[in-house]
């Protein structure tokens, strides 16, 4: 579905008024997903292939793991 590019930002007006960054951001990602689900699609696309998994070494025998994974939507 192809929309005007400003069209995420006239839906989203409505809805920001006593939402913190972490509401904010999730209500901004469903209204662009309604908006662009093509895009969304893509860029979900371009993420997974760039997954990754890092071990870092650290001080006195610790390691951190760092994971940057697809999480399933059910």
């Given at each position: 579905m192809t929309r005007r590019?400003?069209?995420a930002a006239?839906?989203?007006a409505g809805?920001?008024?006593?939402k913190d960054p972490g509401r904010?951001?999730?209500a901004a990602?469903?209204?662009?997903?309604r908006v662009d689900p093509d895009?969304?699609?893509e860029r979900a696309r371009?993420?997974?292939?760039a997954r990754r998994v890092e071990l870092v070494h650290g001080h006195d025998g610790m390691a951190t793991?760092?994971?940057?994974l697809p999480a399933q939507v059910g």
């Amino acid at each position: 579905m192809t929309r005007r590019p400003g069209e995420a930002a006239s839906v989203l007006a409505g809805r920001v008024a006593d939402k913190d960054p972490g509401r904010l951001r999730q209500a901004a990602t469903r209204v662009v997903h309604r908006v662009d689900p093509d895009g969304a699609a893509e860029r979900a696309r371009v993420r997974r292939a760039a997954r990754r998994v890092e071990l870092v070494h650290g001080h006195d025998g610790m390691a951190t793991l760092l994971a940057d994974l697809p999480a399933q939507v059910g």
